[in-house]
């Protein structure tokens, strides 16, 4: 049963159909990877081993989804078993309305396009300016009152 597992969202749909009357009590997700462009914090792969956990993971159980933190702690610090961890916890439905108001976010064509646009738009800022700078030099060395002599 655990094998057919392998996302979150087929753990969070596992967890909402079931409740507690399975032997099957929490998972341990990872963030999936994705490249660096892309942000999607809702995506989790199932960890199957306490080993394959990485420093930031997630435990999905049937109250809810338990998000573990532990490099907000000190920088530089290794956490130990017996330190205090920061976590933040979100009940099922919560975690789901969450996931699905972002994933149709990001589908509109604005949110979609959103970075590109913004860098577009400092690249055209940036070249205006210098547009700007430059016409503002010609025109102070052409101006006849601007010539030392005069």
Same mark, same amino acid.
């Given at each position: 049963?655990? !094998?057919? !597992?392998?996302?979150?969202?087929?753990?969070?749909?596992?967890?909402?159909?079931?409740?507690?009357?399975?032997? !099957?009590?929490?998972?341990?997700?990872?963030?999936?990877?994705?490249?660096?462009?892309?942000?999607?914090?809702?995506?989790?792969?199932?960890?199957?081993?306490?080993?394959?956990?990485?420093?930031?993971?997630?435990?999905?159980?049937?109250?809810?989804?338990?998000?573990?933190?532990?490099?907000?702690?000190?920088?530089?610090?290794?956490?130990?078993?017996?330190?205090?961890?920061?976590?933040?916890?979100?009940?099922?439905?919560?975690?789901?309305?969450?996931?699905?108001?972002?994933?149709?976010?990001?589908?509109?064509?604005?949110?979609?396009?959103?970075?590109?646009?913004?860098?577009?738009?400092?690249?055209?800022?940036?070249?205006?300016?210098?547009?700007?700078?430059?016409?503002?030099?010609?025109?102070?060395?052409?101006?006849?009152?601007?010539?030392?002599?005069?």
């Amino acid at each position: 049963m655990m !094998i057919k !597992i392998l996302s979150g969202e087929q753990a969070i749909s596992f967890f909402a159909q079931h409740g507690n009357a399975t032997p !099957i009590k929490f998972l341990n997700c990872n963030r999936a990877a994705v490249p660096p462009q892309l942000f999607r914090p809702y995506d989790l792969t199932v960890a199957f081993d306490e080993k394959e956990l990485r420093d930031e993971y997630f435990t999905i159980s049937a109250q809810g989804v338990v998000h573990i933190c532990p490099e907000k702690t000190v920088p530089g610090k290794k956490v130990s078993k017996f330190d205090n961890v920061p976590t933040e916890f979100f009940s099922l439905s919560d975690w789901m309305q969450q996931s699905t108001m972002f994933n149709v976010l990001t589908s509109m064509k604005y949110f979609k396009h959103y970075l590109i646009g913004k860098v577009f738009g400092l690249w055209k800022g940036n070249v205006r300016f210098k547009m700007y700078n430059r016409t503002r030099q010609n025109l102070a060395n052409s101006l006849i009152y601007a010539r030392p002599a005069f």
